[in-house]
């Protein structure tokens, strides 16, 4: 288990896809030990809970004689919600934040989808790990067929075109200038699993004047605001949800 799990685990859940198995306690001690049986192919899930965060691991394939003891241990990855995450975390596709260490110990049926780009007490914003495929026209990336319809889905959230002053809080700079710095964003990105912004012309989704929109040039670093981005262009679109 994890070195802070055996005297701070409140519950346990086994599954096995079909049966569910929980053990609780109202106060905190030692391990709970769980003797698990399957005696054909199975997929445990096992969950652990302090009473703030979950702990999961996912047993796949498991086969046990019955009668016989096999004592285990394992890394569990800590769930945390979105209010308790900090700037870098990933988050699944299950809305949870993960450290991006375990971007390669998430629980099972759980994609990482984007990283904890900003935040702000309990809030914050999401950003997509990837651009989307092709680029499009400020009309379609702020439609239902542009920024909206990233995949993959994150429960509970809902994708959208960052506004400008939503780009300038991911790029760490909260005054809302015309110049920031994303290297630092594209570092975390990176080390979270995902894909860098790219050199080049994104959307926002802030109009200038009717037909002109923000649209951000990142350069060697350097992000620059334009306010003369005639929304016919076609531009790089990176998604991102607010929490």
Known sequence: GSSDLTSTITGVTVSDGTNTYNVNRSAVAGPIYVAIYPTADATITVTATDGTKNYTKTL???TYTASNGYPVSWKM????TLAESTVGMIVGTDGKAY??????NLPSGVTAAGMVAYKNGSNGLVIALADEANTMNWSTATGASGAAAHTPVVTGGTWKLPSKAEWNQMFGDDADT?????MNL???IST??????QDGYYWSSTEFEDGIAYEVELDLGSAYWHDNGYEDDDR????????
């Open 236 to 243: 790089r679109v990176r998604a991102c949800l607010a929490f």
């Open 192 to 197: 979270a699993g995902g894909t860098d912004l």
């Open 60 to 62: 796949t394939g498991k």
């Open 186 to 188: 594209n570092y975390a």
């Open 99 to 104: 450290a991006a260490a375990d971007k390669d």
């Open 77 to 80: 990855t800590a769930a945390y």
């Open 178 to 182: 015309d110049i920031a710095n994303y």
